[in-house]
């Protein structure tokens, strides 16, 4: 039964550059707070070039904002603009303040990046806490290795933002997995504002009018490589073990992802027209309900994709990425060390032997609930409980 939170604004900013799993992670929670809470809106800032693809609940809406994307030697260009990077970032910076003094939020939600691509969020994190509205940052439960999360942060100046600007720092994870901002030389009035809220639980899209692009009634491996655009090895590696052993016992469904460069989307299609037992599409926004019907699935092991394994309950293989980051391969060998996944390291070798026996042993592996932890997915519930205590304050008491 939902609760009341009347009048409540959430503003929630997901920079987006890349992929799509900042988008996901804020949509999951702008869904599970206006199901809770009567009279909570959410409003979502979003670069996402795709974001237009997916549904959203009455009470969430969204502001595009000109996206950018990130080339492979770091820096950063326009998207969909024929303009230049700063004039792109004027516009973003100029859309976030003016969005954000408009809407007037109880709550600001800052995803994964402190001071915003670039330090877009730092002029609407000050005029926001000056009016008395609460910020907070939301992190992954892994971000990247210590030495190379350190670095970042010093170069963006994050430390006197996390100590001035935010009032809350929540953790989507639990300290079994780690600390995310371990090792940094964080001051202890940061550290006291850390949360953890366990893992984000996803609910299963409405099915109602969602028709299944391929064959679902025959069991399946589901192989996901999230946004894609960093996805080729593992695609291809389990494109090699079906071409080199014609036995395996059971089909594979291969989403791309809709970020994929066009030339191995090709390939890939191509070679999987040779194969009877794997069918390949580039995207599907309720890939929720592929999962759920799988009795195993392959993914590379971002934050998104792992809460879905878990919510699902399914025997799943992660084969993580290590650049340019260090989370995925850090997540995945955490995860894997508590029993909830196995895993594969691509930087040993793709030899399609051995993704070949990982996948025969796949649909019999334990799902995560065989070694249970507690508050595992109790993410979204103490997420709602942390806004409430909040907005529930007196304004005397939430400096």
Same mark, same amino acid.
């Given at each position: =039964?939902?609760? %009341?939170?009347?009048?409540? %604004? !959430?503003?929630i900013?997901?920079?987006?550059?890349?992929?799509l799993g900042?988008? $996901?992670?804020?949509r999951? /929670?702008?869904h599970?707070l206006?199901?809770?809470?009567?009279?909570?809106?959410?409003?979502?800032?979003?670069?996402?070039?795709?974001?237009?693809? *997916?549904?959203?609940?009455?009470?969430?809406?969204?502001v595009r904002?000109?996206g950018?994307t990130?080339?492979?030697?770091?820096?950063?260009?326009?998207?969909?603009?024929? !303009?230049?990077?700063e004039q792109?970032?004027s516009m973003?910076?100029?859309?976030?303040?003016?969005t954000a003094?408009?809407?007037?939020?109880?709550? *600001?939600?800052?995803?994964k990046?402190?001071?915003g691509?670039?330090?877009?969020?730092?002029?609407?994190l000050?005029? +926001?806490?000056?009016g008395?509205?609460?910020?907070?940052?939301?992190? $992954?439960?892994?971000?990247?290795?210590?030495?190379?999360?350190?670095?970042?942060w010093?170069r963006k100046?994050v430390h006197p933002?996390?100590?001035?600007l935010?009032?809350? /720092?929540?953790?989507?994870?639990l300290?079994e997995m780690?600390?995310p901002?371990?090792?940094?030389?964080?001051?202890?009035?940061v550290?006291?504002? /850390?949360s953890?809220?366990?893992y984000l639980?996803r609910? +299963?899209?409405n099915a109602h009018?969602?028709?299944?692009p391929v064959?679902i009634?025959?069991?399946?491996?589901?192989?996901?490589a999230?946004?894609?655009?960093?996805?080729?090895?593992?695609?291809?590696w389990v494109i090699s073990?079906?071409e080199?052993?014609?036995?395996?016992?059971?089909?594979?469904?291969i989403?791309?992802?809709? *970020?994929?460069?066009?030339?191995?989307?090709?390939?890939f299609?191509d070679?999987?027209?040779? +194969?009877?037992?794997?069918?390949?599409i580039? *995207?599907d926004?309720?890939?929720?309900?592929?999962?759920?019907?799988?009795v195993?699935?392959?993914?590379?092991?971002g934050?998104?994709?792992?809460?879905? /394994?878990?919510?699902?309950?399914?025997?799943?293989?992660?084969v993580?990425r290590s650049?340019p $980051?260090?989370?995925? !391969?850090? $997540?995945?060998?955490?995860?894997?060390?508590l029993?909830?996944?196995s895993?594969?390291?691509?930087?040993k070798?793709?030899?399609p032997?051995? =993704?070949?026996?990982?996948?025969?042993?796949?649909?019999?592996?334990?799902p995560?609930?065989?070694?249970?932890i507690?508050?595992?997915?109790?993410?979204?519930?103490?997420?709602a409980?942390l806004?409430?205590? %909040?907005?529930e304050?007196? =304004?005397?008491?939430?400096?």
């Amino acid at each position: =039964m939902a609760e %009341r939170l009347d009048h409540a %604004r !959430i503003l929630i900013y997901s920079h987006d550059s890349f992929g799509l799993g900042h988008l $996901r992670r804020c949509r999951a /929670i702008a869904h599970s707070l206006v199901g809770r809470y009567k009279g909570v809106s959410v409003l979502i800032l979003s670069g996402s070039p795709i974001i237009g693809s *997916f549904d959203f609940k009455a009470r969430v809406d969204f502001v595009r904002i000109p996206g950018v994307t990130k080339l492979k030697d770091g820096e950063y260009t326009s998207l969909g603009l024929h !303009i230049d990077l700063e004039q792109t970032m004027s516009m973003r910076e100029s859309i976030i303040y003016h969005t954000a003094a408009s809407y007037k939020p109880d709550l *600001f939600l800052v995803d994964k990046e402190p001071t915003g691509l670039k330090g877009e969020v730092v002029g609407t994190l000050k005029m +926001l806490r000056a009016g008395g509205t609460v910020n907070v940052l939301g992190l $992954r439960d892994v971000m990247d290795e210590a030495s190379a999360l350190k670095a970042e942060w010093e170069r963006k100046q994050v430390h006197p933002v996390l100590e001035e600007l935010y009032h809350d /720092i929540w953790v989507y994870g639990l300290k079994e997995m780690g600390n995310p901002v371990e090792s940094l030389g964080l001051a202890d009035s940061v550290k006291q504002k /850390i949360s953890y809220t366990g893992y984000l639980d996803r609910e +299963l899209p409405n099915a109602h009018n969602w028709v299944a692009p391929v064959n679902i009634e025959d069991p399946y491996i589901l192989v996901t490589a999230g946004g894609g655009g960093d996805g080729v090895e593992m695609i291809d590696w389990v494109i090699s073990a079906y071409e080199t052993d014609s036995h395996l016992p059971h089909r594979a469904i291969i989403v791309t992802g809709p *970020f994929m460069q066009s030339v191995h989307q090709k390939e890939f299609h191509d070679r999987c027209e040779t +194969l009877e037992k794997i069918e390949i599409i580039t *995207f599907d926004a309720h890939i929720e309900l592929l999962m759920e019907q799988a009795v195993g699935i392959v993914a590379m092991g971002g934050y998104n994709t792992f809460c879905e /394994i878990l919510s699902l309950d399914k025997p799943a293989l992660i084969v993580p990425r290590s650049v340019p $980051r260090k989370e995925q !391969i850090i $997540r995945a060998s955490r995860a894997a060390k508590l029993g909830l996944v196995s895993m594969l390291d691509p930087d040993k070798g793709r030899d399609p032997a051995i =993704m070949a026996a990982a996948l025969y042993q796949l649909p019999d592996q334990q799902p995560p609930s065989e070694n249970p932890i507690p508050g595992l997915l109790d993410g979204h519930d103490n997420v709602a409980k942390l806004i409430r205590q %909040r907005l529930e304050k007196p =304004m005397s008491m939430k400096a």
